[in-house]
């Protein structure tokens, strides 16, 4: 029995409405673009269903397998996973140093890029020490 795939790569996609995996497939050579487009929502749809069947079968089969070493998926989950740390520090909010002159809302840290209004000011000739806080 040829493979989908093997009839791909042969360029006989007639092939693909003969015979698969004993089921009868259609003839997809006569069909319009709506009609495929329409088969390909379909499709769509059915892999998302079985999908899920197929999740909650694999479930089921690990659990059974675990419960029978005396664990449930959650011991084993999380003994692979490394551990959260907690509490730890915040990341610390630097502390504004300059402030704009003409728009005190807007401050820099002295850290990172310069903010464009603190360039203008030093092109203009104002000292940095006139920008302090």
């Given at each position: ?5 093997d009839c791909r ?8 409405g003969k ?5 009868a497939?259609?003839?997809l050579?006569?069909?319009t673009r709506?009609?495929l487009?329409e088969l390909k929502a379909?499709?769509a749809?059915?892999?998302?269903q079985v999908?899920?069947e197929?999740r909650s079968?694999?479930?089921?089969a690990a659990?059974?397998?675990t419960?029978?070493f005396?664990f449930?998926?959650k ?6 996973q ?5 509490g730890?520090?915040?990341?610390k909010?630097?502390v504004?140093?300059y402030a704009?002159p003409a728009?005190?809302s ?28």
């Amino acid at each position: 029995m040829r493979r989908i795939a093997d009839c791909r790569s042969s360029g006989d996609i007639a092939q693909v409405g003969k015979q698969f995996l004993g089921m009868a497939m259609v003839d997809l050579t006569k069909w319009t673009r709506v009609d495929l487009i329409e088969l390909k929502a379909q499709v769509a749809e059915r892999l998302v269903q079985v999908e899920v069947e197929d999740r909650s079968k694999a479930l089921a089969a690990a659990e059974a397998a675990t419960r029978e070493f005396g664990f449930t998926l959650k011991d084993l989950l999380r003994a692979t996973q490394p551990e959260k740390k907690t509490g730890g520090t915040a990341k610390k909010v630097g502390v504004a140093r300059y402030a704009n002159p003409a728009d005190k809302s807007q401050t820099w840290t002295g850290k990172g890029r310069r903010p464009a209004w603190f360039k203008a000011a030093l092109k203009a000739g104002t000292p940095p020490e006139q920008l302090e806080l």
